[in-house]
């Protein structure tokens, strides 16, 4: 089965590290860009952080940089999340998402969307 | 950033109700611009890429349509499983930017 399965949330106080894992199965892991997207509890949708298929390029919003760093380790067919410095703000559930490129009629360049999401973990930030 | 604004923010259509829902956002996305839904506890799921393509699987009453900076999402015929949030993404520049999301119940 083609599915994306997070781990790793849980409750910690301001200023602590927690590391967010995501297992991949069901299909070739290594040729997709993945991404991290989160969820604060009843709001909106916010992307965080997205990986080259090699893990040579990265990219994160700004409230995460230098915090936040994502990896991957294709062999295991797993994508990371470490977090750092943690604050109240960072208080959501946490989704993995596989990325999937795709060429836009009447543009020159492709486009990009997200076609498999996990469950998502819950990450608290809290004292 | 790009900004992402869409509206209504809430509706309650009847079943079998045509449904608009408009994303626009803060500068030219050119039609890179996806829908997603999502029920309440799940993940979202795609539902629209690139404008107006319908992701495999999604039923054919979803509709997309635009570009630049003016996009809609139509529901052609409200089903009861469509009770969900729906949001719309731009991925035509870093960072990647969601819609506030769009609450369709049912009346």
């Known amino acids: 089965e083609v599915q994306l399965v997070e781990s790793g949330g849980d409750l910690v106080q301001p200023g602590g590290s927690l590391r967010l894992s995501c297992a991949a199965s069901?299909?070739?892991?290594?040729?997709?860009?993945m991404t991290w997207v989160r969820q604060a509890p009843g709001k909106g949708l916010e992307w965080v952080a997205n990986?080259?298929?090699?893990?040579?390029?990265?990219y994160y919003v700004d409230s995460v940089k230098g915090r936040f760093t994502i990896s991957r380790d294709n062999a295991k067919n797993s994508l990371y999340l470490q977090m750092n410095s943690l604050r109240v703000e960072d208080t959501a559930v946490y989704y993995c998402?596989?990325?999937?490129?795709?060429?836009?009629?009447?543009?020159?360049?492709?486009?990009?969307?997200?076609?498999?999401w996990g469950r998502g973990t819950l990450v608290t930030v809290s004292s | 950033d790009i900004q992402m604004t869409q509206s209504p923010s809430s509706l309650s259509p009847s079943v079998g109700a045509r449904v608009t829902i408009t994303c626009r956002t803060s500068?030219?996305?050119?039609?890179?611009l996806n829908w997603y839904q999502q029920k309440p506890g799940k993940a979202p799921k795609v539902l629209i890429y690139?404008?107006?393509s319908l992701q495999s699987g999604v039923p054919s009453r979803f509709s997309g349509s635009g570009s630049g900076t003016d996009f809609t999402l139509t529901i052609s015929s409200l089903q009861p499983e469509d009770m969900a949030t729906y949001y719309c993404?731009?991925?035509?520049?870093?960072?990647?930017?969601f819609g506030q999301g769009t609450k369709v119940g049912i009346k």
């Open positions: 690139a404008a107006f």
């Open positions: 990986i080259k298929k090699d893990g040579s390029e990265k």
């Open positions: 998402a596989r990325d999937r490129f795709v060429m836009v009629q009447g543009t020159t360049k492709g486009g990009w969307y997200f076609d498999l």
């Open positions: 069901g299909f070739t892991f290594g040729s997709y860009w």
């Open positions: 500068q030219n996305i050119s039609r890179y």
């Open positions: 993404q731009q991925t035509y520049s870093d960072p990647w930017t």
